[in-house]
């Protein structure tokens, strides 16, 4: 990566952290609940009262209730976590195998320069 | 960075439609309306993955692109939460209709394992997210190719508005279902966009850094495979197609 680039990346990467944080700091105490809720409260202030889902989550049917939130979470964290696995696995891979790369070309432009040697 | 942002909130749902809340006609309606788009995008991937195994590196990218940034909610400036698709990456890289089977995994996975979206509006939410979003991300970055736009800012609108439109199209779903009162569909829609737009604003921004930041980690680390899967590099060495 050039210098220009890493830089660059390195910029992206705190705004992003930034603008991801930064609700949080700026309004406290709100609940940040999903928009999925709101979504569906909407449906009711339009369709004027409750509306009943006419199908729960088939995970709810087993369990007999509602996912309790910290499951939830887990769950959401088993996502990421593959998600982030696969990505980092591949990165990995992918950084190493080009600094082996460069490397041996290193040694062959070498080897060009100093045929002696 | 990922892991960072994975402490923000683990606070219930957002975003996608969620189970139970659509009409059953239009459960199915909208079903109907991603077969097509399913069977082209696992035609597309069959092909992609013909022309040579080694495209599966990039693939597995993309899938676990989506997997992990629609698994992140993220707190918004109106208060609430909601995450955001990923899609616009493999839409880059692949094309829309691969997506589209990248897309119904994640939603699949979500729907049976989280309770977050659901079975019965898989065919909504996957129109929405893996179908609507992707195409017009790909529609974007190809037409600021067309248009010399600066690559990484052609990849950070495509991401972003496919993003955003995603939202728009979860909208006009809910809409269609739940028309006004007064002012019918139009009227609704207005309402839905209400209550996801702003949300989603900042998240959409958030999305088309992250996939710039992944494309500028691609072309260091994956020139051959980005070649391999006939990605643009704008203007340098795009003999291979």
Known sequence: MSKNKKRAVIILIIIAIVLALFPLFMLKGAKFSGSDDAGSS??????GGDYHPWFTPVLEQVIHGELPGEIESLLFCVQTGIGVGIIAFIMGRLVERKKQEDMRNAEENNKKEHPAG | MVSLML???PAVNAMHIMEGYLPAK???AWG???VPFLILGYRSIQKKLKENRK???LLAMAGAFIFVLSSLKIPSVTGSCSHMTGTGLGAILFGPSAVSILGIIVLIFQAVL?????LTTLGANTFSMAIAGPFLSYGIYVLCNKLKVNRYVGIFLSAFIGDIFTYCVTSYELALAYPSKEGGVG????KFLGVYAPTQLPLAVLEGI???IIIMALETYARSELKMAGFYFGGQKNEQK
């Open chain 2, 26 to 28: 239009y459960c199915i």
């Open chain 2, 7 to 9: 402490g923000v909130s």
């Open chain 2, 210 to 212: 992250l996939t710039v």
């Open chain 2, 55 to 57: 495209n599966i590196t």
């Open chain 2, 114 to 118: 989280l309770a977050h979206g659901g």
């Open chain 2, 32 to 34: 109907i309306i991603c």
């Open chain 2, 187 to 190: 009227a609704s829609v207005i």
């Open chain 1, 42 to 47: 909407m449906v009711n202030e339009i369709t």
